[in-house]
C-alpha cells in the first residue's frame, strides 16, 4: 500500500471506509451511548485519542518487535494489551480533568478496551501493509469517522423524542434502522475514494 497517500486513506476512513458504518465495527458502544450528542462527543474524542496513538504503537511494536522476533502470533494479545492500558490513561485523564464528562459516560469509557473498532484499525493496518504514516492517517480516520457516525445518530436521536415512533421500533430497534440508512448514505461518498 506504499503508493496511496495518507491523505486519500484519512478522508476514506472517515466516509467511503467508515470504520463503524462499512464495517460495523464499534456498534455496542456506538448503540449505547448515542442518546445525547454532549455523551457522543465526549466519547468520540477519547475514541479518537485511543485509535491515533494505539495505531501508532501497534505498528512500532509488531513491525520492530513481533515480526523481527517472528512473534506475529502473538499480535492479538499485545494489541489489545496496548489498547487496554491506553484506555486506562484515557480514563485517569478524562477523571481528572473532566469529571462530569468521565460521569456521564460512567461504564463505558472503560469499555472503549473492548471497542472492536479499535483493535479493528490495527488490524487493518497490518492486512492492508501500511506505512507507518499511512497507520497514523487510517488510525485517526478511523477514530474520526467513528465518532462522525455517533454524533450524527445522537442528534438524530434527541430530535426523535418529539417524534412518534411506532411502538415496535422504539429503543434500540430505530437506532439500528437508521445506522443502516446512516450506512447507505456514507455509501454515497464511495465514488469519491476507497482504500482496500
Not at 480514563?91 to 460512567?106: C, D, K, N, Q, T
Amino acid at each position: 500500500m506504499g503508493e496511496v497517500s495518507p491523505l486519500v486513506i484519512l478522508v476514506a476512513a472517515i466516509f467511503t471506509n467508515n470504520i463503524l458504518l462499512a464495517n460495523f465495527l464499534g456498534m455496542c458502544s456506538f448503540l449505547a451511548v448515542s442518546k445525547r450528542i454532549d455523551t457522543a462527543a465526549g466519547l468520540g474524542a477519547a475514541v479518537i485519542f485511543v485509535t491515533t496513538f494505539t495505531t501508532a504503537i501497534n505498528y512500532g511494536i509488531y513491525h520492530h518487535v513481533l515480526v523481527p522476533m517472528e512473534l506475529t502470533f502473538l499480535s492479538y494479545i499485545i494489541f489489545i494489551t496496548v489498547i487496554a492500558a491506553f484506555v486506562q490513561f484515557v480514563e485517569m485523564f478524562v477523571e481528572r480533568f473532566s469529571p462530569v464528562l468521565y460521569h456521564a459516560l460512567g461504564i463505558f469509557l472503560p469499555l472503549i478496551t473492548v471497542n472492536c473498532a479499535i483493535l479493528g484499525v490495527s488490524l487493518f493496518m497490518i492486512i492492508r501493509n501500511y506505512t507507518f504514516m499511512q497507520s497514523i492517517a487510517f488510525g485517526f480516520g478511523g477514530g474520526v469517522g467513528w465518532t462522525l457516525a455517533i454524533i450524527l445518530i445522537a442528534g438524530l436521536r434527541q430530535k426523535m423524542r418529539y417524534s412518534i415512533v411506532p411502538v415496535p421500533f422504539r429503543g434500540v430497534a430505530i437506532a439500528m434502522v437508521i445506522t443502516g440508512v446512516m450506512a447507505m448514505t456514507f455509501m454515497g461518498f464511495a465514488g469519491m475514494v476507497t482504500i482496500q
